[in-house]
């Protein structure tokens, strides 16, 4: 596609360039690092209250969005949000209201909260449960010889992880899982603001439940804690609710999808990688991870003029991180365009951000990967795809709206 063609926010633009525009982003390095994007001429989302009135500077160098994403006094999540859409009034308070709506101090404040669950200690403990489930979904299919794997298997283990992390009761679960694959499937139509309204009224339900019954979960946390001598609003807790419901969500499944669609693609680092699984299995999903990062990008505001790459980014213009750009720079990534499970320094990638809002749950994320991929590749190893990519049209996620693959049945 033409220069003229990309524009970043176009809905469509993953299937005009099945996938994202890396060859568009490699130009824009090469000779405009600091691209201006203007706002689209026909701007589409399934969600009325978000709109793209304004265009945005993206950042593609790999340190320019390591910088920026350092320097929070400068390159705000909460004058306009997280988003790159143009939000106002509630939508914009509901956004504020999140952790990765929040700039420092009340971001590090909110945060400490809820930091105990993803530290290494508590990740090792949790470690049999997770490798019990993610033992469970492959056995669901093991001898089918088929199945959708998006939402049969990718979505399993991170919607079951939040739910116990968070203590949704197990009534609930299900629901939960329905919920977040709603929001995630934005091709279809959906009533976006009931969803979020059941969402709330679980949150809700939770929150009084962890007050009346305190426990270790994070919802607990966040439900009895004061910041600043002051209980947390239940905007704020809701907030947070659907905040990692999601951001954990996305991520894993997304990532897991990917993974079986890259090593299909590349049956010689499949071979490799079947050849010493325990061994390789980590790198290999840190370079799906910078290869087809889930999330495309995140956008900040800049809280007061600053000049990137020679040009002058004015207070209150939108920027946004491109870190499908950022994760093929090749001055930190030799051969960028390789797919290489052995690259070593694929651990680099920015696909968890950096800086003060690196994904809280980034160890998480990667033990679940890492379990759920184990038990997958040993059980079923010839598992692949049955047809091309069907990408979902979404300007944030890089996401497979659904993937029917194939396998030898494993034998009862």
């Known amino acids: ?34 691209h201006w994007n203007p706002p689209p001429e026909n701007f589409y989302n399934p969600n009325p209250r978000f709109k793209m009135d304004k265009g945005f500077w993206v950042l593609t160098r790999y ?37 990765m709506g929040m700039d420092p101090p009340q971001h590090v404040k909110v945060k400490s909260l809820v930091v105990t669950p993803f530290m290494p200690r508590k990740l090792d403990a949790f470690t049999p449960e997770i490798e019990g489930v993610a033992k469970e979904i492959v056995d669901a299919i093991a001898s089918k010889g088929s199945c959708e794997f998006v939402f049969d298997v990718a979505s399993r283990l991170p919607v079951y992880t939040f739910c116990v992390l968070m203590g949704v009761p197990l009534e609930d679960r299900e629901r939960v899982f329905a919920m977040g694959n709603a929001m995630a499937d934005t091709d279809n139509p959906h ?61 894993t499944r997304n990532t897991a999808s990917h993974f079986v669609r890259l090593m299909h693609e590349h049956p010689d680092q499949k071979e490799l990688l079947l050849s010493d699984l325990d061994r390789l299995l980590p790198n290999a999903i840190n370079e799906v991870l910078r290869y087809a990062p ?9 809280a007061q003029d600053v000049d990137v790459g020679g040009k002058t980014i004015k207070a209150g213009d939108k ?27 694929a651990d680099k990638h920015l696909s968890f951000g950096i800086g003060q809002h690196a994904c809280l749950g980034a160890r998480l994320a990667s033990l679940q990967l890492r ?42």
């Open 1 to 34: 596609m033409s220069e003229q063609d990309v524009n970043l926010a176009d809905a469509d633009l993953l299937e005009k360039c099945d996938g994202p525009p890396v060859a568009m982003f490699r130009r824009w390095q090469e000779t405009d690092p600091v």
């Open 191 to 251: 009533d976006i603001h009931a969803i979020h309204m059941e969402m709330d009224a679980i949150a809700r339900k939770v929150t009084e439940a962890k007050r009346a019954h305190p426990d270790e979960t994070m919802m607990s946390s966040y439900a009895n804690a004061e910041v600043d001598g002051k209980p947390l609003s239940q905007s704020k807790i809701t907030a947070f609710f659907n905040t990692i419901s999601i951001a954990g969500h996305e991520t």
């Open 63 to 99: 340190q320019d969005v390591y910088d920026a994403s350092r320097n929070p006094t400068v390159f705000s999540s909460a004058i306009g949000g997280p988003v790159i859409w143009d939000l106002e009034g509630t939508p914009l308070k509901a956004q504020q209201a999140s952790l």
């Open 319 to 345: 920027v946004y991180y491109a870190y499908v750009a950022a994760n093929r720079d090749p001055s930190v990534f030799p051969d960028p365009d390789r797919f290489d499970i052995t690259r070593e320094n």
């Open 294 to 302: 889930p999330v495309m990008q995140f956008r900040r505001t800049a």
């Open 371 to 412: 379990l759920l991929l184990k038990e997958l590749y040993t059980r079923l190893p010839d598992i692949a795809p049955e047809g091309p990519p069907d990408y979902l049209n979404n300007i944030m996620f890089f996401a497979l709206r659904k993937m029917p693959v194939r396998f030898t049945p494993e034998k009862a």
